[in-house]
């Protein structure tokens, strides 16, 4: 493994088929090249938001990056982005940006 990719192994229990014999056995996942890159894309959103960047084009450009690199596909990246809960929030953004421009708040 790699200084960037760690190996980040887990054992997983796996039920055999033998309910009777009550026999089990471990099998090892580790993380793909996918789940490091969504890692990756997630912390650089973080740091971003955290240096007051835009929220919405942080996340607006994490799904483009995810996109382009096929993580995600475009059914996926259109779900995400139609989602209520996602809209809902967009539109408190938008709410609170017109309450700060007029002084409300």
């Known amino acids: 493994s790699s200084f960037l990719l760690p190996s980040v192994c887990v054992a997983v229990a796996v039920d055999s088929a033998e309910a009777e014999a009550q026999q089990h ?5 580790c993380l793909s090249a996918a789940s490091y890159a969504t890692i990756w894309v997630a912390g650089a959103a973080l740091i971003l938001m955290a240096n007051n960047a835009p929220a919405d084009l942080v996340l607006v450009g994490c799904t483009v990056v995810l996109l382009l690199l096929g993580i995600i596909n ?27 421009e007029t002084g409300a708040v």
């Open 25 to 29: 056995t471990v099998r090892l996942e």
């Open 74 to 100: 475009d059914a996926e990246a259109w779900r995400g982005l139609s989602s209520p809960s996602v809209l809902t929030i967009g539109v408190l953004f938008i709410l609170a940006r017109a309450l700060e």
